[in-house]
């Protein structure tokens, strides 16, 4: 995932504890050694569904009302899974879930 500009999420994103990171309108929440965290991090919603765009796009797919879900995986193996509405995106590094 490093050719994503994700740079909010990136301090998650190479911290090899971190297994799983959810982001949805509301929180960003993130398992680490087995434990769930909630970040202080706050996205706009704008933001956010560029991040969403970004990763989605990263497995060769699109996210929109008309293909409200996605399931892919990005070339490090990373599972993802988005829904448009309620907006919503999980990170699944490789080795988890």
Known sequence: MSQIDVDTLE??????AVTAIHLT?????????????????QIERAHQH???ELVV????????ADHSMVEGVLD???KIYTVYEPLSLS???QGSK
């Open 91 to 93: 990170l699944y590094k």
């Open 25 to 41: 309108e509301y929180s960003l929440v993130y398992e680490k050694a087995g434990e769930t965290h909630t970040s202080n991090i």
């Open 11 to 16: 301090a998650l994103l190479v911290d090899e």
């Open 76 to 78: 490090d193996d990373t």
């Open 57 to 64: 796009a990263a497995c060769g797919k699109s996210l929109s």
């Open 50 to 52: 560029q991040i969403i």
